[in-house]
RNA sequence: GGGCCUGUAGCUCAGUACGGUAGAGCGAUGGGCUCUUAACCCAUUGGCCAAGGGUUCAAAUCCCUUCAGGCCCGCCA
């Protein structure tokens, strides 16, 4: 996709869009929230995210609507959600009049919109939020009720040529996309074996009333169009939004946009029935974790909170916005310190601090990175914490508290930079970020990554010069020294002894952390309780001794 | 049955729209650094570009055919 000189790919998403010449720009997206939203979710946000700011670039201001389909019947309970006994009783009716499992919001939809909402300002996305449950109430979605009612018998036929139905005349088809909400059960459809939408009996477009059975209590009710709470169903009802909204661009999974699918089928209807020529269609890949596609019924997610509990937002951005639409990602929470040490590799090419490969295309590391922070670039980069440095120093904690491990992660990532010291941002992001691989180190690390000071020495040595050597260490803990002294005199003991000094740091770390490496020692020594130490390195050599 | 995506170094992937003879990061190995913040620097190691055929002076790149993996087409983005 990239090459020389051709920027970042929501460069040629942008050209389509202007070729419109749309009076308003309008950007749409839209999630059901059924359950807990996942990070894939945000590929469709930050797709136009990125189309929005690559237009404002170019002096084109446009509105960024997020709908959330509240107005969905609720089909079941996703598994990872332990409910009452009585929410059985739900199903059925719409997502935003079923009770809040967790009893904090109004309703089962605001519950999950407004977690995946809450994130968004977080994540650099400032979309108007849209509840279906209230955008129905509109009279424009009135009439695009009328509209349908008015014209059914083409719609129908339309339907039939993508649902591949068999019947030519459609004398038999009295299907219809209205569903109403039942005055009595409060249900939009019934859920015992499939999903059976509440359907219209009759209407009568000139007093503008209609009759309705609810089929999951049986209920029959009249009402006028404008009185009854009622929605289209799925391919109609998202064409009508787009008519209604005169959206200019919706991205949509790829799912939806197999030929002759929901895509296809909707950009009919609207043209045909609505009058709209439709928004262009921006197709995506998933984004899995792993090798599985997230699936919010199965519970196998992943949230964008949980991101942002171990990793910064924009690098959540950089792994979306640096693939291309078309291109399946693969994300892995383990893997999240690559992904923010890339981040931080194209912020210092983008600042002109690290080489750019050649054949790379400057001018999209350059887009990327403005797609990818928060807001605008800053003057000058930001000195930053190594995700990576982090996640190692911070295992220390127990042992060097908390105060130092921030006062040297922020001498260290001043020194990166050549800097004195950080400024308050700074200093900031540092901490979020010592805080962020802590959470990562717990949740996520794989074991190669973790280590700790075993309670028990894992290790001892028979071999005389290193029993000499660890001897000498005990003592020289016993004095007081700073860390560049001790790291000096142990080098020192070890070499005056004729002991390799690698080797004597590898001897060091075994009894320590039973691991051959591990972070500088000087510091490290310091930070521990003195008598503990003593006794530990002289455990390595006691073992020992009684075995001879 | 129909459609989409992917297959390039141990791993993650650039490179494919406009063909010019393979790159990056990580890893591994070796070395350096009065000697380790798993740092840094240098070097080395790495690939029949899934397979076959075609077009061409020239193919990872275009065309055809296979194979493998993933996914979608019943309101899951």
Redesign the pocket.
Known sequence: ???MG?GHWVRGIVEEIIKRDDEKIVIHT???P?GP??I??E??QFICSAIQRELKRRGFESTFNLII?SY??I?SIPAALTVPEWFEEELGKPLSSVPDPFGCHGSYAHHFADEFIRCQPELGLSPNIIYTHELYTQPAMKDAIRTVLRRLDQLKAIRRKY?HLQEEDGSTDDWNPV?VVCEKCGRI?SMKKE?I?NRLDSWDLVKDELTYTCSACGHKGRGKIGDLPMKL??RV?WSAKWAVFKVSCEP?????C?????YDMGLEVCKEIFGYRGPLRV??????LG???????KGITFTPMEWLKVAPPEALRYLILS??P?????FLPE?IP?IV??FD?MERQYYGIERI????DVEYINDLYRLCVKSKPEEEIPARLPY??AT??V?LEPLLGAERILS??A??AA?LRGKPGLTPKEFEDAKMRLSMAAQWVIQYAPPQ???KISDEPAFSTSDKKERQFLESVAQLVGKAQTESEL??EI?NAA?SIGLD??R???V??QILIG?E?????APLLLALDRDWLIKRLRSGVRSTSNEV
């Open positions: 996709m990239l090459s051709r839209g999630k059901t059924s939203i996942h894939g979710a590929r469709e389909d969905d019947p089909k649902l569903m459809a999903v939408p169903s799925w009802d949509a999974g790829k799912d939806h197999v030929k002759d699918g929901a197709p995506y890949e998933w984004l899995t090798e599985h596609a997230m699936k919010t019924h693939v291309d078309m291109r399946h990602i693969s893997r690559d040490d890339s590799r490969p050649e054949n790379t990576r440095f190692t120093i295992q040297k992660s001498e260290y020194r990554a973790r280590f790291q000096n080098f070499r000094p690698s004597a740091f590898a060091l770390y691991s490496k591990g972070p500088r020692l």
